[in-house]
């Protein structure tokens, strides 16, 4: 079952909406609740448009999802020199997340292909995102990062659909592009299973640090173990902070 642009299978849908995260921060007060809402508006906007075509949904929510990390980090970055003080390793972690990130978007645009019409797509989505992302940092960077915690929870669903739909056939498990071997060093003979794999595993990460810069922000207790630990290529920047 695949969905065609604004004509989605029905059965596809149900699936996709059907699927829960794993980890899930429970919200708490309004900031947290506007983030999930957010969130979930989003998703239901991919659902209808990309549901089992996730390659070229990968194409198209990873170029959005490399904003936050840039815009994080360069707010971060301004607010540090302003007011004297070091930032805690955030700008590395951000700009790690945001490198990342397009890595992604560059590993998928081999697997699939963009058509004009998502080319457009993404032009549009990332502009009008980065600006409704830049302001909402300024308002309230907490909302923010909560809010790109509860994407990546969505991220891990997709990812985790992804590798159903490859183990079960209905999509081809092709070998992995040699830019994706390159950054996460893969074996030669890796396809794209083991790719979805790592993505995802990024993604989990992702989602932790973002809830926790959220909670730090909010004040509130951070989860002690986390769920996902640092991918390999984000440790050597963590270690280089």
């Not at 004009?116 to 940092?137: C, N, P, S, T, W």
């Amino acid at each position: 079952m695949v969905n065609s642009i604004l004509a989605p299978d029905r059965e596809a849908l149900a699936q996709e909406r059907e699927a829960q995260p794993v980890i899930h921060h429970v919200p708490h007060g309004f900031s947290d609740r506007f983030a999930l809402g957010f969130t979930k508006l989003l998703r239901f906007s991919a659902d209808t448009f990309f549901a089992k075509r996730y390659g070229h949904r990968a194409i198209v929510l990873e170029t959005v999802a490399a904003v936050p990390g840039m815009v994080g980090a360069t707010i971060q970055h301004l607010t540090c020199l302003r007011r004297m003080k070091d930032d805690g390793g955030w700008i590395r972690t951000l700009m790690e997340e945001a490198e990342n990130e397009r890595m992604h978007l560059m590993t998928f645009i081999e697997v699939a292909r963009p058509t004009y019409f998502e080319r457009l797509v993404i032009q549009l989505a990332q502009g009008i995102f980065y600006i409704i992302f830049f302001l909402l940092y300024l308002i309230s960077s907490r909302t923010a990062h909560r809010l790109v915690g509860y994407f990546e929870e969505e991220a891990v669903i997709s990812y985790t659909l992804y590798l159903k739909e490859i183990d079960e056939g209905r999509s081809p498990n092709v070998p992995a592009p040699a830019i994706a071997k390159h950054y996460w060093k893969l074996g030669p003979d890796a396809t794209l299973r083991d790719v979805v794999l790592v993505v995802r595993a990024d993604e989990a990460h992702h989602r932790d640090v973002n809830h926790g810069f959220a909670s730090t922000l909010g004040g509130t207790a951070i989860d002690q173990v986390p769920s996902a630990p640092y991918p390999p290529h984000a440790a050597e920047i963590r270690m280089g902070a």
